[in-house]
């Protein structure tokens, strides 16, 4: 298995966070620091397969949650994924208050700078825990 | 126009991140929350399914759940159906664009193609008709066997 970090988003099907969420994380492992860092299919993970939990179990982990129930945090610890940093997409809108973002379909070209911020600081954790291993 | 928005039908789709059957998938079921049916459409979250999410698990004890598959995993049916009950219907997206596609690389929505786009309205066309399927039954079950209209506003049962 490999030894890249697991960026891991919750891709919450509810609200616009759910979808920069995932976006993000596309960026950042397809994009920013594909060397480094993969992304894993969360409910694949959470279905308890051997072979879900043999690409988690004991793996650095960066999560992104859209909303307050974390369940990419949470879920990524239940399966044995070692989670270095909770991500909540909602703070980085925070930074924008105003903006028309998109929805849970769709994003606006506003809703694509906050993707692209959240990914930057995704890859510069990633670089920074590559950097402690 | 005949509305039945006390009929309540829940989709449960993958929105993996696994491959380019979850991009599909996601989309087909947002571009269905965004149409008007005669009936009510609730997107049931599945990794807060998962996590324990007691409200979505609810819905899909008390109301009919279809289970919209990006890969020939079926996480989103077995996810209901360990938590829930049984589903009422499975689609999987790999039965309309081939295993193979639907298991090729992830791709991101800003990256969607035109053949992109298609898949994800033959999909949606198949989720449509599963779900116009099911809210017959249950206006039949409720005893208001008239016809659903589409989403048009009309009785032609044509969408917008």
Known sequence: ?133 | MVVEKNIKIGVVSCSGEDCLGGTISRMATRKMMDENTAYTVATLCLPLFLAGGEEERGFARKYPTIALEGCSKYCAKRATEKYSGKVSDVLNVADFIGDEMAESKLLSTRNLTDEHMQMINQVLTELRKKLDAIAKDCAVANGSDHELTGNCGCSCGGNK
């Not at chain 1, 925070?94 to 911020?117: C, F, N, P, S």
């Open chain 1, 1 to 133: 298995m490999s030894k890249k970090i697991k960026v891991i988003p919750c891709s919450g099907m509810g609200k616009v966070f759910g979808l920069a969420a995932r976006e993000a994380a596309l960026k950042a492992v397809d994009e920013l620091v594909p060397d480094e860092a993969e992304t894993l299919c969360l409910a694949y993970v959470m279905t308890g397969d051997e072979a879900a939990k043999d690409k988690i179990e004991g793996y650095d982990c960066i999560t992104l949650d859209g909303c307050p129930a974390l369940c990419a945090a949470k879920s990524a610890a239940i399966c044995g994924g070692i989670v270095k940093e909770e991500y909540r997409v909602v703070d980085a809108f925070k930074k924008h208050r105003g903006i028309k973002a998109g929805g849970a379909t769709t994003l606006t070209e506003d809703g694509w700078m906050v993707v692209d911020e959240i990914a930057a600081q995704i890859a510069d954790k990633v670089k920074e825990l590559g950097k402690e291993a």
